[in-house]
DNA sequence: TCAATAGTGTCTTTGAGACACTATCCG
DNA sequence: CGGATAGTGTCTCAAAGACACTATTGA
């Protein structure tokens, strides 16, 4: 913002103003896929992080695939105009929308000067479906172990780093739960931590972790019908389907 | 970026584009003014974080202080724009910058739609002196401490994140040495850690520390002529001069 | 010698991880 | 009972802080 005043006037000219794009980068937990790797032995992980793509009906990168985005319209903040591509693409709603970092590099579009801004959005799959708009060709679910590639414009940059960024994220913040519904079990939290840091942990020391950290409540509920001692079923304390409003840490 | 393409062509009347923009939070750090606060008697700090603020010269919030901005042009990048607004308001070369987060709030700027991309640049103020451009009524540099209050548009805000991101960064990261010479004693570099964060650091566990993490290196000079022992001069490892590029952690 | 700051040694505390152990369900 | 998962106890190790101690200069 700011300043237009120091805008000297004989430059107007060539100050076409950049377009402005919001891209969203959308991740869920999903099944691994049994046909992509023949089960590795060792591996008891069964859900997997995924990103979902669209792919491009139009010059440039036609075919490609590419994180779904569009214009800023002049009504909406950035974040709501994330959430609207987010609703457009799919029919999922986001349990948290984080703004990522705004690339603007000046040949990053080969059409012309574009910066975005890009969010990412953790939302929970469940048994919903994508639904996509109208105008998107084909979207779909990929699996980040290992990143699709190529991608459209600088997408896999883009991409990178958010998956950079969420890894990192959820060791220190209490993101995880967001994958999951209202309701969970500490197995359920654990499964996520490991799927998206690729580590496994010990179920006493992860229930001691994230207990200390007081982000989350035991209820009187249980799991049952197991072959095996009942669960109980955990709540997270803070608002699980608000927009994050600002920056945030 | 991305999709022009699920932009149907019946709102092109209303797609305006919003106006892009680049504001620079400037962070220095300065002697204290001993006018400002009458020497407190335990404080033994000296040195004091500033940001660097102008006073507009048109409306709106004209004779207001406000984070130096303004227009991006089509042929720089976000983080070219960024350190062009710093050599135009100051003649300072930034040590270090980094893009903190773009606000796109829609009544952020009364004049209409604005999306700021917010940068801050940490600069050794040294003997240089502040030039301003022809622009610029005036640019004064202000301790943080307090925040000064109010700011034009939602400059308040954005220089209390920058506050925030820069006292986080600076006790995970290896930045504090951004604010000094290219040799530096440790004393020093605790003491810009310790007028940063605002805490008291001991200075045999500092150096420790500050050594685990490999990234100064002792040189063979010696600081001469104290009247004590002389302290060993040390280097960042890292450049100290280049900008970043990309996204950074 | 003293004053002052540089730099080291070492004890305590704290938190993370390894891992053995007990608890409670189903069949 | 055995198999499986839930949950607890406790040991070890490493990093961070408190703080006493030694080192080296100028005056």
């Given at each position: 913002?700011?300043?237009?005043?120091?805008?000297?006037?004989?430059?107007?000219?060539?100050?076409?103003?950049?377009?402005?794009?919001?891209?969203?980068?959308?991740?869920?937990?999903?099944?691994?896929?049994?046909?992509?790797?023949?089960?590795?032995?060792?591996?008891?992980?069964?859900?997997?992080?995924?990103?979902?793509?669209?792919?491009?009906?139009?010059?440039?990168?036609?075919?490609?695939?590419?994180?779904?985005?569009?214009?800023?319209?002049?009504?909406?903040?950035?974040?709501?105009?994330?959430?609207?591509?987010?609703?457009?693409?799919?029919?999922?709603?986001?349990?948290?929308?984080?703004?990522?970092?705004?690339?603007?590099?000046?040949?990053?579009?080969?059409?012309?000067?574009?910066?975005?801004?890009?969010?990412?959005?953790?939302?929970?799959?469940?048994?919903?479906?994508?639904?996509?708009?109208?105008?998107?060709?084909?979207?779909?679910?990929?699996?980040?172990?290992?990143?699709?590639?190529?991608?459209?414009?600088?997408?896999?940059?883009?991409?990178?780093?958010?998956?950079?960024?969420?890894?990192?994220k959820v060791k220190y913040a209490n993101i995880a739960f967001q994958?999951l519904?209202p309701t969970f079990t500490l197995?359920?939290l654990r499964?996520v931590y490991?799927?998206?840091?690729?580590?496994?942990e010990?179920?006493g020391n992860f229930k001691r972790k994230v207990e200390a950290t007081e982000t989350i409540v035991k209820t009187e509920?249980?799991?049952?019908?197991?072959?095996?001692?009942?669960?109980s079923l955990y709540r997270a304390i803070v608002q699980t389907?608000?927009?994050?409003?600002?920056?945030?840490s």
């Open positions: 913002m700011s300043d237009t005043t120091e805008t000297t006037e004989n430059d107007e000219a060539k100050n076409v103003a950049p377009s402005l794009t919001v891209d969203v980068v959308i991740f869920s937990l999903r099944p691994r896929d049994p046909l992509q790797l023949p089960e590795e032995p060792g591996a008891e992980i069964s859900q997997e992080l995924h990103v979902l793509l669209v792919r491009r009906a139009k010059e440039p990168f036609k075919g490609c695939w590419a994180l779904p985005g569009g214009r800023v319209h002049p009504d909406e903040s950035l974040e709501q105009s994330a959430a609207r591509q987010l609703a457009e693409k799919t029919s999922l709603r986001a349990a948290y929308l984080e703004q990522l970092y705004t690339f603007g590099r000046l040949s990053r579009d080969p059409r012309g000067r574009t910066v975005s801004v890009v969010y990412y959005a953790l939302v929970r799959s469940d048994k919903q479906q994508i639904a996509p708009g109208p105008e998107v060709a084909e979207a779909c679910w990929f699996s980040v172990d290992p990143v699709p590639n190529p991608l459209a414009f600088d997408h896999s940059e883009i991409l990178n780093y958010a998956l950079w960024r969420l890894r990192n994958f519904p197995t359920q499964a490991e799927a998206i840091t690729g580590r496994k010990d179920p509920a249980r799991v049952e019908g197991g072959r095996h001692r009942p669960p389907d608000l927009l994050h409003r600002g920056p945030v």
